[in-house]
């Protein structure tokens, strides 16, 4: 049963417009969102986080929105670059005590020149 | 900058190898993670360790062990590997548990096949 779902396998984009990745997710008690980058042959790279308090958080050219009530957040990506092609990967946290990230399967974001 | 070493980029093994997959971390955390990556299933979290010689089972345990006998080190283990172990395996640490959104730094992974 997948707690996390990211229903796009793929998104291309143009460069300078906005990017949207989207995550649903089906256990409320999660506490913590967090999206990760990953470019072939490396490890994935933190990129952005939210805890579950919160409903919008920004760095630089990314923003994460979380709506609890739709159990959905989206990771916002604005102006695109070229560099920002990757996969990305959202990620839920159990509450203390487990240690555990529960991952989705990935959106390969493409952004085009 | 927190630097997660796994110790082979690519693996090739054959049916029935024990095989062991190690990965270092250089900054004193507390908690490891040993996950895998497959086309449409995401990463899976397969042990995670949150202390020397503790560990705890993820996701999808069968047919692996760990052993965490120094803070900085985690060994996957394939006792007896098979063709549906081949994948891409992610190593990861953190300093805080979740809970707090203690972020994971990943190694650079290793890919193992096995024929």
């Known amino acids: 049963d997948q707690q996390v779902k990211q229903n796009s396998p793929s998104l291309s984009v143009q460069e300078g417009r906005i990017s949207i990745l989207n995550c649903d997710y089906t256990?409320?008690?999660?506490?913590?969102f967090l999206w990760y980058k990953k470019y072939p042959a490396e490890g994935p790279t933190f990129l952005i986080s939210i805890s579950s308090i919160k409903d919008k958080n920004e760095d630089g050219r990314f923003t994460v929105f979380l709506n609890k009530s739709a159990k959905h957040l989206s990771l916002h990506i604005v102006p695109s670059q070229p560099g920002d092609s990757a996969v990305y990967f959202c990620a839920a946290s159990v509450p203390s005590g487990t240690y555990k990230y529960i991952f989705g399967t990935g959106t390969r974001l493409k952004v085009l020149a | 900058d927190v630097k997660v070493t796994q110790s082979s980029r690519y693996l090739v093994k054959r049916t029935g190898e024990k095989v062991f997959l190690e990965c270092v971390q250089d900054?004193?955390?507390?908690?490891m993670f040993w996950y895998r990556q497959d086309p449409g299933l995401g990463l899976r979290l397969i042990y995670f360790s949150y202390d020397v010689k503790m560990k705890e089972k993820g996701d999808i345990p069968e047919g692996y062990s760990v052993s965490r006998e120094k803070k900085e080190r985690f060994s996957l283990i394939l006792e007896s590997a098979s063709t549906n172990q081949t994948s891409m395996y992610l190593c990861a640490s953190s300093l805080h548990g979740t809970g707090g959104g203690g972020k994971l730094f990943f190694g650079s992974g290793t890919q193992l096949s096995v024929l």
């Open positions: 256990n409320s008690m999660f506490d913590y």
């Open positions: 900054m004193d955390h507390e908690n």
